[in-house]
């Protein structure tokens, strides 16, 4: 019997996907290389740090740690112009309505997001208020497929990780759940999210 649902953010709620595209691309741009969006994939549900040094071997470029943190902040800076703008209309289908869906059946809900930005896109899509505990990329030390994010978020909520499931599109976010202990819906495709307990498209067809 579920009491509580974490949910991811990027790619389960919101597609920021696209902007962080963006500034990454943009990047890539001044240092001279070209970022597809293939290998965009890869950065999906990693943390900043680690997707600039995914970035930077695609460029074949090594740097130091201080020119690291520098074209990180480059690029956060960028990717928080971007979702400055972002409002309500900017919210997948189907997620504030499942949301409520579970509020109303007394399920408990939690953010389990590698972003340190959550806050601000939750206050930007006003949602914030729909849940009872946001763990974001501020409050955790060990990124996916670690557990930490969701363990963190079943203990704000006072739930066992085994009254829990985890909401995904990110196959290390699914890992994590598993290794939590928790059930897993995968958001997306079959293909890449093989370990999820169930895959749907979009939490609209969960409604
Ligand atoms: C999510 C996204 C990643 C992003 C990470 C850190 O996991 O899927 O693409 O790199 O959050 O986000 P931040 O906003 O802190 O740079
Ligand atoms: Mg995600």
Redesign the pocket.
Known sequence: NIKGALF????VIVD??KY?YLAWKRLAGELGFEFTEEHNER??????MR?LEILLEVGGISCTPEEKLAMAEKK?NW?VEYIKKMDESEILKGAREYLLKLKGEGVKIALG??????PMILENLGITNLFDAVID?NKVSKA?PDPEVFLLGAKELGLKAADCIVYED?EAGIEAARRAGMGTVGIGSRDILKEADMVVSGLYELL
């Open positions: 991811d953010l990027d790619g920021t996907a962080h950065l999906k549900g990693v943390s900043r997707s956060n990717y997001s590698a972003s340190k930005n959550a990329g996916k990110a």
